[in-house]
């Protein structure tokens, strides 16, 4: 049985018991049930947020500036959740995003949480509940709106929930800003947490984790040369033949100018022999070639090729490639940068299919192999600049002549969108994938070789990491933190070093919270009832209807509350189930 199944087993049984217990009469009246949930109730703690509660003027600017990011956020969630039903409608195929299971926060369920960080994501969401129904208390206690109790509530023993229960006619006492105040406290206080917590990471956190030297290794491919050489993931490969390396650009180099046979030094201490063969690591459906990911390259136009370096070279200055593989089979195909002509662009403007795929196989004369070599040539040209393209349409080698437009880098851009590799083969002589070890920690605010500019852009784009492959393709990884072999790719360094592993939990910790903070405050600040963003949407058009010089502002702001929420459940249930139903 699959993990999911075996969770909902556990639950069922659990819930069982619990109503077992409930009918005896045998729990205690703290314990209150809900379903398979149960919610402990406890008065204490009253007296701290009356305490905390005491400089009223600076919780109500506190509150006050909550309200106007929840109006913000409420509108935006509003515009996605539509966007995202809407493309869900038109989209063919179900993305894991969007997989039923990939919706719930559970560890081992969720493909993007894996269970070596559940007590890190346990821990993240406890913070996440606790701070967010405590400032909701705290801001009751502010505004003179009375707590019948306070508590948590879980499932079995994981935490799924806190809740604060205001006095019900002394929340209708308070004024409809006090209310506001009151519900827009919880999501505000979970975006003080992920700003304190991202804070902390992309500071003195990730500044104390540094990229160990070498190639990360995240995996070999099966039956390739790295997997018989016994290289696995976790394995960093420090030099060839006795040439150190320090990344895996330096391993690429390295590699271009070696043998077929190389001796690799793997975590500085390992030699291994590896006999490199040229093997397809992935292709485009549909593509020219006719080659499949796994194919071994024996020939390229009669010439033997063991290394991507002699691959490149065979193919050579012919448009077309003949290219024999190790079981015998033949592919004859156009070799160039495969792409897709884009709608109203540079080119299709010079005459070249819009919509359809070309082979782009020189420009200006100069020989484009691959869509690298492409990219190359296109970043020496500027915008305006008037170039010969050179191209195989329908198996006709065709010349076009294209005046071209501005890229967001500042060269000349065709209007294509191109594939990877050599008509869209994607060639490999070791067989290992490179971890993005340097990007990831870049991305934390680390001295890694990517980043934001601002702590906004640096927590949004961290929002991505563990859905980091859907985001970008080209990276088959997603982080979750430094758990498992990755922690291999790193050390620990200044002054933080005398923790040693420990600024690995630290980050972890503080990653996870902030990180289900930020989740929790956007999902709360969704315009539908029950959550707060529902709320707020009742009072703040509560605020607008009052003013209007119109009878019936309650049966108007019922209307209004109701439409949103319910467009609001439409739209989530599309996202999840309604994949493809227009196409």
């Keep these: 049985m699959s993990t999911l199944t075996w969770v909902l087993v556990g639950v069922a049984i659990y ?20 379903g398979p949930i149960i919610t402990l109730h406890t008065k204490r703690g ?45 989209t063919p195929e179900r993305t894991a995003v969007t997989e039923p299971r990939n919706v719930v926060v559970i560890p081992g369920v969720n493909d993007f949480l894996p269970l070596s960080v559940a007590p890190e994501i346990v821990f993240g969401l406890l913070v996440a509940l606790v701070v967010h129904e405590g400032a909701h208390g705290l801001l009751c206690r502010v505004e003179g709106i009375d707590i019948e109790s306070m508590g948590v509530a879980l499932l079995a023993i994981v935490p799924i929930g ?28 979970n975006f003080v947490v992920t700003v304190l917590a991202f804070g902390l990471l992309f500071g003195p956190v990730a500044g104390s984790i540094a990229v160990a030297p070498g ?8 039956g390739s040369p790295a997997a018989g050489a016994g290289i696995e993931a976790g394995d960093r490969i420090t030099a060839v033949d006795g040439q150190s390396v320090a990344d895996a ?64 070279e065979a193919v050579g200055a012919d448009p077309t490639a003949t290219v024999r593989t190790a079981a015998g089979a033949e592919h004859t195909f156009a070799a160039g940068a495969l792409s897709t002509v884009a709608e109203d662009g540079p080119a299709s403007a010079a005459g070249m299919p819009a919509g359809e795929r070309v082979v782009i196989t020189a420009v200006d004369g100069e020989r484009t192999v691959d869509s690298g070599e492409l990219t190359s040539v296109l970043r020496t040209t500027e915008p305006g600049q008037t170039v010969e393209i050179e191209a195989v349409v329908d198996g006709q080698v065709e010349t076009y002549t294209v005046e071209l437009g501005e890229h ?24 290992i994938q490179p971890y993005p070890a340097s990007t990831f920690l870049g991305l934390l605010g680390g001295d890694g070789d990517a980043g934001a500019n601002t702590l906004v852009g640096a927590i949004l784009v961290a929002l991505t ?36 592993g420990g600024v690995f939990v630290l980050a972890n910790l503080l990653f ?47 209307t209004v509350t109701i439409s949103v929420g319910v467009t609001m459940l439409v739209g989530l249930l599309v996202m999840i189930f309604g994949q493809g139903l227009l196409v």
Excluded at 15 to 34: D, E
Excluded at 164 to 180: C, F, I, L, W, Y
Excluded at 215 to 222: D, L, T
Excluded at 408 to 431: A, E, M, R, T, W
């Design 465 to 500: 990491l563990p859905i980091f492959s859907i985001v970008d393709p080209s990276v088959p990884f997603n982080f979750a933190g430094f758990t498992g072999f990755v922690t291999e790719f790193y050390v620990v360094e200044g002054a933080l070093a005398p923790l040693g």
């Design 162 to 189: 806190a809740f604060v229960e205001p006095d019900h006619e002394s929340q209708q006492r308070a004024d409809r800003g006090g209310r506001t105040r009151m519900f827009a406290a919880g999501v505000t206080a």
């Design 408 to 431: 967001p880098g500042g060269y000349g851009q065709v209007g294509i969108n191109v594939q990877p590799g050599v008509s869209g083969v994607v060639v490999d002589d070791l067989g």
């Design 46 to 90: 009253r007296v701290l947020l009356d305490r905390l509660s005491r400089p009223r003027r600076f919780w109500r600017a506190f509150s006050n500036v909550g309200v106007g990011i929840a109006l913000v956020v409420m509108a935006l969630s509003f515009a996605f959740v539509l966007f995202a039903a809407v493309s869900a409608l038109y």
């Design 249 to 312: 650009g330096e391993l690429d180099e390295a590699l271009s100018g070696a043998d077929g046979e190389v001796v690799l030094t793997v975590d500085g201490e390992r030699e291994v022999t590896v006999e490199r063969e040229v093997s397809v690591a992935e292709t485009v459906d549909g593509g020219p070639s006719g080659l499949e990911a796994g194919d071994t390259v024996a020939s390229v136009n009669g010439q033997s090729v063991t290394t991507e370096a002699e691959f490149r």
């Design 15 to 34: 819930w069982a018991a619990l109503l077992s217990l409930r009918n005896r009469g045998l729990l205690p009246s703290y314990i209150g049930t809900q």
């Design 512 to 558: 996870w919270t902030g990180w289900i903070n930020l989740n929790l405050g956007f999902f709360n600040c969704i315009p539908a009832f029950p959550l707060d963003g529902g709320h707020i949407l009742r009072t703040s058009t509560e605020a607008i209807v009052s003013r209007l010089p119109i009878s019936g502002s309650y049966e108007l702001t019922k």
């Design 215 to 222: 190639a990360p290794v995240g995996g070999a491919f099966p």
